[in-house]
């Protein structure tokens, strides 16, 4: 059974601060991954995505990747309370037809 | 223009019943996807079409029968709801998933009371 294992959190940060959020993988032939944000009551939207070892920046945003040690991470810098929302972390798989198995995502909480 | 689009957005029925859920997607992609999210927010994939072609058929009760109509359209078929089938279901299209990802629905949410 393939997986992606994240902690649910909450993770809670004080305005400024940096939020790491983590998540790990099961199937070693994973090639993509993605970072999803999720506000509660709506659908989720891709905010990151990331492919090649090694870190991958996007505006506040800075998505980590480790193949070997089947991990990727996100970090979000000078979080803010907008950012406060479920964040799930999407691994692709092939079976058949190609599709994303996502992990139970992070709650994080952003105080002003 | 919603780029997919998904009805109804809330459900409330009885237990025994029979719905559906309609998905539309204008994007142009091949492939359409049906995730159900249970109250700990866990997305689990339940079928996947590629231009109307059954994929991917997870682990779900054969009370559950989606429909491809055509590229753009994806539908979810309930028969003999049960309570455990609350739960909010999304529809998902992608060109290329292990490229691009998924582009999401709003989301249907069921009740079963």
């Known amino acids: 059974q393939k997986e992606v294992e994240q902690n649910s959190g909450p993770l809670s940060v004080p305005e400024g601060a940096i939020a790491s959020l983590n998540c790990t993988y099961s199937?070693?032939?994973?090639?993509?991954f993605f970072w999803y944000r999720q506000y509660s009551g709506k659908s989720p939207e891709l905010i990151m995505s990331?492919?090649?070892?090694g870190d991958k920046e996007d505006g506040r945003f800075t998505a980590q990747l480790n193949k070997a040690s089947q991990y990727v991470s996100l970090l979000i810098r000078d979080s803010q309370p907008s950012d406060s929302a479920t964040y799930l972390c999407?691994?692709?798989?092939?079976?058949?037809?190609?599709?994303?198995?996502f992990g139970k995502g992070t709650t994080l909480s952003v105080s002003s | 223009d919603t780029a997919v689009s998904q009805t109804p957005k809330y459900l409330v029925t009885q237990m025994g019943n029979d719905k559906s859920i309609k998905c539309e997607q204008n994007?142009?992609?091949?492939?359409m996807y049906w995730y159900k999210q249970d109250s700990k927010k866990f997305l689990k994939i339940m079928f996947s079409?590629?231009?109307?072609?059954?994929?991917i058929n997870e682990t779900v009760p054969n009370r559950f029968s989606p429909k491809s109509p055509d590229k753009a359209h994806l539908n979810l078929h309930i028969n003999s709801l049960e309570l455990g089938d609350s739960a909010v279901y999304f529809c998902?299209?992608?060109?290329?998933?292990?490229?691009?990802?998924?582009?999401f629905g709003s989301g249907t949410r069921l009740t079963v009371v």
């Open positions: 994007l142009g992609h091949d492939t």
């Open positions: 079409y590629n231009n109307k072609e059954l994929i």
């Open positions: 199937d070693r032939g994973s090639q993509s």
């Open positions: 990331i492919y090649s070892n």
């Open positions: 998902a299209s992608s060109q290329i998933p292990g490229l691009f990802g998924y582009t």
């Open positions: 999407a691994v692709n798989i092939n079976q058949a037809g190609t599709a994303l198995i």
